[in-house]
């Protein structure tokens, strides 16, 4: 419930009376205004200074960007072939790390494409994960044994208490 005063009469509206009053009110502040393209647009606010249309929105905004995958066309060579020794393309050419040397064209077998790593699944790579641990584990012990060895080998060697008796 809410009391409003006007000109001395005071009246009560109930809160739904109020919103609906709003809500006229709101309406007959809609009107149609034209944009500068001639479009009509409907439920302008009546004190905008102007309006834009959809269609005119759209033209001022920039395409969206369409990014095009890039298609791998297979032209001979394979990873890292510039790097490679000697690297034969199979229509005969030959590249010594990426130079091509004319002398030996056409005199050797093409080099073999490489073969794809098979994508391991996630039990096989958590095996290959543990066997690796494994190894280092065994390393480590190899190493810290073959310390303990020289450690006492050493200890052997230094004779204590004995110096004063060589003089
Ligand atoms: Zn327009």
């Not at 005063?5 to 309406?27: H, N, Q, W």
């Not at 095996?127 to 065994?138: C, D, R």
């Amino acid at each position: 419930m809410k009391v409003t005063k006007r000109k001395g009469v005071s009246k009560v509206y109930s809160t739904s009376d109020l919103k609906k009053r709003e809500d006229s009110l709101a309406k007959s502040d809609l009107v149609k205004k034209t944009c500068n393209c001639g479009r009509v647009v409907e439920r302008v606010k009546r004190d905008a200074e102007w309006v834009i249309c959809w269609e005119c929105v759209a033209r001022a905004c920039p395409p969206p960007i369409v990014k095009v995958k890039e298609v791998k066309v297979d032209d001979g060579f394979i990873t890292g072939w510039r790097w490679m020794k000697q690297f034969v393309h199979r229509d005969g050419r030959v590249f010594e790390k990426g130079i091509e040397n004319e002398k030996l064209k056409n005199t050797l077998d093409p080099t073999p494409p490489k073969e794809k790593k098979k994508r391991l699944s996630r039990f096989e790579r958590e095996e290959k994960e543990k066997l690796k641990q494994e190894k280092l584990a065994k390393k480590y012990k190899k190493k810290q044994e073959v310390l303990k060895k020289k450690e006492k080998k050493l200890a052997k060697n230094i004779k204590p208490n004995k110096f004063w008796e060589a003089s």
